[in-house]
Antibody, heavy 124, light 107 residues
C-alpha cells in the first residue's frame, strides 16, 4: 500500500524558514517523480514543485521560484521542501504527491497518490 | 498559464441521481485532463486520468469524457459517500493547473 506522510509544518513568522518532509513507503521511491502541492484555507489546489525520481530534474511554480527548494533522499525514501523567505500568502496545507512517471514531465503526468498534508501558517 | 473553469461551483443532489460536472480549458489541452475527489478534511484522490481512464479501485459509477477544451465528469447513481469537492487538473503544459472545484452535497 502506498503511504505518504508529511511532517514539519507549523507557525512561522514572515521572512522565516521551514523544512517539510514526506516519508514514502509501499512503492519503489526512486522510480517515481514526486511533487509538492498546496491548498490555502478554504481554497483550491496549487502545484508548487516537482522532482524527478533520480533527483536531477526540478521545476517550480513562479510563485515560489527562488524561495523554495525541493530535494529527495532516495536512501531514506524521503522527499523534502525547504521553504525560505516565507510570506503570508504561503499559508496553506502542503501535500506531497507521487507522480506516475519517473520524470517531472513524463509519459503519465498525474498525481496518483497524495499524503494527508501538513499545515504551514505564516503569521506574526 | 492554462485556466480551467469548472461548473457548477456547487450542486445539491439526491442519492441515485446523476451528476455532471464540466471543466473548460482556456486553450486546447488534448486529452491531458484528470479528475480528483476531495472529501472534507481529506487529501485529494485520483478518479480519472487522461479524460476517460478510470484509476485503479475507482467505482464504475465515475466516468469521464471530452477532449480539446471541454471535459465532463459524470457520477451515475450518486451515493452518500460521494459528497465531496471535485477538481479537474491539466498536465498539458507548465504550470500544471487545477480548476476551482465543484462541491457536491447530498440532499
Amino acid at each position: 500500500e502506498v503511504q505518504l506522510v508529511e511532517s514539519g509544518g507549523g507557525l512561522v513568522q514572515p521572512g522565516g524558514s521551514l523544512r517539510l518532509s514526506c516519508a514514502a513507503s509501499g512503492f519503489s521511491f526512486s522510480s517515481y517523480a514526486m511533487s509538492w502541492l498546496r491548498q490555502a484555507p478554504g481554497k483550491g489546489l496549487e502545484w508548487v514543485s516537482a522532482l524527478s525520481g533520480s533527483g536531477v530534474g526540478t521545476i517550480y511554480a513562479d510563485s515560489v521560484k527562488g524561495r523554495f527548494t525541493i530535494s529527495r533522499d532516495n536512501s531514506k525514501n524521503t522527499l523534502y521542501l525547504q521553504m525560505n523567505s516565507l510570506r503570508a500568502e504561503d499559508t496553506a496545507v502542503y501535500y506531497c504527491a507521487k507522480r506516475a512517471s519517473p520524470d517531472v514531465r513524463g509519459v503519465i503526468n498525474v498525481f496518483d497518490y497524495w499524503g494527508q498534508g501538513t499545515l504551514v501558517t505564516v503569521s506574526s | 498559464e492554462i485556466v480551467l473553469t469548472q461548473s457548477p461551483d456547487f450542486q445539491s443532489v439526491t442519492p441515485k441521481e446523476k451528476v455532471t460536472i464540466t471543466c473548460r480549458a482556456s486553450q486546447s489541452i488534448g486529452g491531458s485532463l484528470h479528475w480528483y475527489q476531495q472529501k472534507p478534511d481529506q487529501s485529494p484522490k485520483l478518479l480519472i486520468k487522461y479524460a476517460s481512464q478510470s484509476f485503479s479501485g475507482v467505482p464504475s459509477r465515475f466516468s469521464g469524457s471530452g477532449s480539446g477544451t471541454d471535459f465532463t465528469l459524470t457520477i451515475n447513481s450518486l451515493e452518500a459517500e460521494d459528497a465531496a469537492t471535485y477538481y479537474c487538473h491539466q498536465s498539458s503544459s507548465l504550470p500544471e493547473t487545477f480548476g476551482g472545484g465543484t462541491k457536491v452535497e447530498i440532499k
